[in-house]
């Protein structure tokens, strides 16, 4: 059982559309983390927040914007994307120091048309 | 971080063990090897890790050659849920308040057979 969820698990937007991934962890882990996965391509990370202050932007377009009101929650605010766009958005949360053990969300499968 | 290759794909039967190996021959001494599954459409998973000594836990045994060059991850008995991606990452295990920055590879892509 995942101490870490994500709502909503499917999503289909326009790409004028605006909505939001919801990211809670159960944990009492003190950072989380934004992944996107591409079809056949690795899991790349997005975006880091430790200790609630955001610590990693790995070029991510502006049109994903983060937001992390408290060590528990994480939310992927999302506006004007792309159909290149359309990926499995996964949400880890770890304790740190230690961040390198884990715990993934069941992710969302994210369509852009 | 020391750069790691797998095997794109291996087979095991149900029953079995699978043993997945890892090189990573240029880690360096104080890296660590972490190991995660995938299951299809399902957020990664960790399994174990370790430094230099084999472990063991529930899900799998971790064993490390003395030189630490390589490594390999053991599924005692296989079973059909096993079927996933593996994925084996060498990292220095972040200290003070710094978090873990993980870099996934293909992995390799167990089936587990009835």
């Known amino acids: 059982e995942t101490g870490v969820t994500q709502t909503p698990r499917h999503l289909v937007m326009g790409m004028t559309n605006k909505k939001s991934l919801k990211c809670e962890q159960h944990?009492?882990?003190?950072?989380m983390y934004w992944y996107k996965q591409s079809a056949k391509k690795p899991l790349e990370l997005m975006f880091v927040y430790s200790l609630e202050e955001r610590v990693e932007n790995n070029s991510v377009p502006s049109r994903f914007s983060p937001e992390c009101p408290n060590s528990s929650h994480l939310f992927l605010h999302l506006h004007t994307l792309q159909p290149e766009d359309s990926a499995l958005y996964l949400c880890?949360?770890?304790?740190?120091?230690?961040?390198?053990?884990?715990?993934f969300g069941p992710g969302t499968r994210l369509l852009v048309l | 971080d020391a750069k790691t290759t797998q095997p794109p794909s291996m087979d095991c039967a149900e029953g079995r063990a699978a043993n997945l190996p890892c090189n990573h021959s240029t880690i360096s001494g104080n890296e660590y090897v972490y190991w995660y599954r995938q299951i299809h459409s399902q957020g990664p998973q960790y399994i174990i890790h370790g430094l230099k000594n084999n472990e063991t836990n529930e899900m799998a045994s971790l064993i490390i050659t003395e030189d630490r060059k390589s490594s390999t991850l053991i599924l005692p008995h296989a079973t059909l849920r096993d079927t996933a991606v593996y994925y084996c990452?060498?990292?220095?295990?972040?200290?003070?308040?710094?978090?873990?920055?993980?870099?996934f590879g293909q992995g390799t892509i167990l089936t587990v057979h009835p």
């Open positions: 990452i060498v990292r220095v295990r972040a200290g003070g308040t710094s978090y873990g920055k993980l870099t």
């Open positions: 880890a949360s770890s304790q740190v120091p230690g961040g390198e053990t884990q715990y």
């Open positions: 944990l009492g882990h003190n950072a």
